[in-house]
């Protein structure tokens, strides 16, 4: 069984939302969890009277319970009750029946049907679950999978039994085949029978449509308008049809009509708040939000919040979120949006409060640890992060969520094997899931590997999600890095027909760029600098497009521009800075940095590039002391730990830098610089050969290529009395990157192998281009030792 991409098997025939008869399911549905929470209480109640409940007694409290769960849409422990009651019960069909019904609110596809076909095998006469797995058959892309479905609505049928559902269904599986007229025959048969079901009506209208029979569509749509009593659905229908049709305004009508009908029905006025906010009438959408979420039903409470926060006015949001929260405070959907918005004003602080409150009334609530653990990498507090989603994981190993998480947190800690590892892992147990689909390519195409990403988002399961703009993004990414620039030029233009997004702007100009139209690309970097002001990638390739044309003076002078027209944003001050360091101008760059530190006091990156300034000029104390102000304020400043590290060294406070380099592994054990240059201390101090060696072996294991690596790794072995061994890592080192330190340390080795001339040509070399490094003079040493040994 494969994974389904949609799952409505009447939106997927008739292209809108369930309405008639699903509606009425869903009342149905309501009443009789409302009679089995009664049945459940009466049940409980017996059992404190008696020594013990029957299993049937107790089946049943576990089903009202789960039933109640999926009210509202506490789906995780409405499966714990329902696997319950399966398990009292095993050999009774309807707890598989019920998990079903949660996997599939859950659009875990596989694991419904799995359960269908359970309930259906333990009882093949139960109604409900013959035609749930017909449905599920039905909205699959596989023809075989389709014929099944209508084989079994047929032999249902059969049995004596009609329905306009049936038939609905059977009508499905024949337009899903191809079948046209005999859907149509069967949708009017329907219709004929049962002339007040709406949904055969639409379903009519929807093969019309694909008939191309426009005007019979919309006359079958008219006529069930026209009915009476007048029906908000049959207007809703009519409204989706013009919609489709590309008439907004005639839909709109009908949507308006629907909700003078019903002013209570919440999908009338959740389409006319869509259709407004899509046709630019904000304020008109906005009244229609507050009215839908003003209804009593729990489930339409979030839309206007939603909606304030899109516009901005995360103030009102949240305040109407807060109410929300006190309304229905086991209601988490409200509350992981309070905790998004808390984040996302700056007020993580509340937004952990939110979530340790919750979690002190549960500690097992699984939705506030992965929460929680999530705002914790938002402020970089990752053992904290690591903890929550932990304890998550061992409550669901199964959550795709909690992995991509994970994947989050080895990211921030720059280990990128864990990190691919569990995005994998996210995408097996749901290869729907688009976050860590783009992720995963993200990183494939960082490490060289775009093919691979290109095959990631080339793959089946990721085709639904083609005409989304973060997709159609990555995919653009990896198309380019394979130099297929034809088809990026043709992906690009598809999605720029659509929206100007600065990010596919940007890839418009990374083309444009390639085929030198330095102005054209400057236009479209305009564009997108207009739409996202403080975007570093637009500005970065601005300042490529003048260096490709030799002009750093140019990218100077537009940078120091824009900088003046964006005097409040610390992130284009440091850029300026970045640019100006790179053309010498460092007083200058100076400038630009405190600029930056004026527009925002507590913006690091300031801090880091002034500090790494005076370390340049030899203001080494200076830039301690800016590196301890940093880490006094986030003690797990990565970048800030390896910079100052990296100034005891330069003073020769040695062991200082071991201290440091070594607090830096216990945060992140896989980072490459505080290893190699741990390896290289320890391999400097005595008796901790041994240690250093352990330290260089792992980072050679992680950068095997890298000559800083092979000559540290090498210089290790050397230090330990292996200079055979010693050689062909150094010898790696000075190939690939000749710098005067790794000829030297090369020369070292090549004297004690006795190969005196190979060792004094590399000698030379390293003196030709640094005279003044301390190391020549060890191996001067190391040279004539072994010339009075002879």
């Not at 007694?57 to 319950?84: C, P, V, W």
């Not at 600065?502 to 739409?531: F, I, V, W």
């Not at 200058?588 to 004026?598: F, I, M, N, V, Y």
Request: charged fraction near 25%; glycine fraction near 4%.
């Amino acid at each position: 069984m494969q994974t389904l991409p949609i799952y409505e098997f009447r939106r997927l025939a008739v292209g809108v939302m369930p309405a008639g008869r699903a509606i009425r399911h869903a009342a149905s549905a309501r009443k009789s969890s409302r009679g089995g929470a009664c049945l459940a209480s009466i049940f409980a109640v017996a059992c404190l009277m008696l020594s013990g409940c029957s299993p049937e007694a107790r089946e049943a409290r576990y089903l009202a319970s789960g039933k109640k769960m999926m009210e509202k849409k506490d789906y995780t422990r409405a499966l714990i009750q329902f696997n319950n009651a399966a398990r009292v019960m095993p050999k009774d069909a309807e707890p598989h029946y019920q998990l079903a019904l949660v996997y599939i609110a859950r659009r875990d596809f596989r694991s419904a049907y799995s359960s269908l076909n359970k309930a259906v095998r333990l009882n093949s006469k139960h109604r409900e679950a013959q035609l749930k797995l017909a449905e599920l058959l039905a909205a699959t892309p596989e023809k075989e999978n389709v014929e099944q479905a209508q084989q079994k609505v047929q032999e249902l049928l059969s049995t004596g039994e009609n329905s306009a559902e049936l038939l609905d269904i059977l009508a499905v599986t024949e337009y899903r085949l191809g079948n046209l007229q005999d859907a149509e025959k069967h949708l009017q048969q329907a219709i004929a029978k049962f002339p007040k079901d709406l949904a055969s009506a639409i379903g009519l209208a929807q093969v019309k449509k694909a008939q191309n029979d426009l005007a019979g569509a919309e006359d079958v749509l008219k006529k069930i308008a026209a009915q009476q009593p007048p029906s908000a659905n049959a207007f809703l229908a009519v409204g989706r049809f013009y919609l489709s049709a590309g008439k907004p305004a005639d839909a709109e009508a009908q949507f308006r009509r629907a909700t003078e009908v019903d002013p209570k029905n919440g999908v009338a006025l959740l389409s006319l708040a869509v259709l407004q906010a899509r046709t630019g009438k904000l304020d008109l959408a906005e009244q229609s939000y507050a009215r839908l979420s003003a209804l009593p039903e729990p489930q339409f409470g979030l839309y206007h919040a939603s909606f304030l926060s899109a516009r901005g006015k995360h103030t009102q949001a949240i305040a109407e979120a807060e109410t929300l929260n006190r309304r229905y405070s086991d209601d988490r959907a409200v509350r992981s949006f309070l905790a998004q918005e808390y984040v996302r004003t700056q007020r993580s602080a509340d937004a952990e409060k939110l979530l340790t409150a919750a979690l002190a009334r549960n500690s097992k609530d699984f939705e506030a640890l992965l929460q929680r653990g999530a705002v914790y990498l938002v402020l970089g507090r990752n053992d904290e992060a690591e903890k929550d989603l932990t304890r998550a994981l061992q409550f669901r190993r199964d959550s795709a969520e909690a992995h991509f998480l994970m994947a989050k947190l080895h990211q921030a800690r720059h280990a990128s094997a864990s990190q691919r590892s569990e995005l994998n892992e996210a995408l097996r147990l749901r290869p729907d899931y688009l976050a860590p689909r783009i992720e995963l390519a993200g990183t494939f195409i960082g490490s060289g590997s775009p093919q691979l990403a290109l095959d990631l988002m080339n793959a089946r399961e990721a085709q639904p999600y083609r005409n989304n703009l973060a997709f159609l993004v990555q995919r653009n990414w990896a198309l380019l890095a394979l130099k297929q620039y034809d088809e990026a030029r043709k992906e690009v233009d598809r999605g720029l027909a659509v929206v100007r997004s600065p990010d596919l702007l940007l890839q418009d100009a990374y083309l444009k760029l390639g085929q030198k139209d330095y102005s054209a690309a400057r236009a479209s970097l305009t564009e997108a600098l207009n739409r996202s002001p403080e975007d570093l990638r637009v500005l970065r390739l601005m300042v490529a497009s003048y260096t490709s044309q030799k002009q750093p003076d140019g990218a100077a002078r537009m940078l120091q521009e824009y900088a003046r027209q964006h005097p409040k944003s610390a992130p284009v001050q440091h850029l300026l800075a970045e640019v100006l360091l790179a053309t010498g101008r460092r007083a200058e760059a100076r400038a630009a940095l405190l600029a930056a530190k004026t527009a925002d006091s507590r913006f690091t990156r300031a801090d880091l590039a002034l500090a790494q300034l005076d370390a340049a000029e030899g203001h080494v104390g200076e830039a301690a002391s800016t590196l301890s102000t940093i880490l006094a304020r986030n003690p797990q400043n990565v970048t800030a730990w390896l910079m100052l590290a990296g100034i005891d060294d330069l003073r020769g406070n040695r062991v200082a830098a071991i201290e440091g380099y070594k607090k830096i592994l216990e945060t992140e054990p896989a980072n490459l610089p505080a290893l190699n240059n741990l390896a290289y201390d320890l391999s400097e101090t005595r008796d901790q050969q041994d240690e250093a060696l352990k330290y260089a072996q792992k980072a050679a294991e992680l950068a095997p290529e890298t000559p800083s690596v092979e000559d540290t790794l090498g210089w290790v072995l050397y230090r330990k009395g292996l200079y055979g061994v010693a050689v062909p890592h150094l010898e790696k080192a000075a190939d690939k990157d000749p710098t005067a330190l790794h000829k030297c340390h090369l020369a070292m080795a090549y004297f004690k192998m006795g190969e005196q001339g190979l060792g004094e040509k590399n000698l030379a070399v390293a003196v030709k281009l640094n005279p003044n490094l301390p190391e020549i003079r060890a191996a001067r040493q190391v040279l004539d030792e072994m010339k009075g040994g002879r």
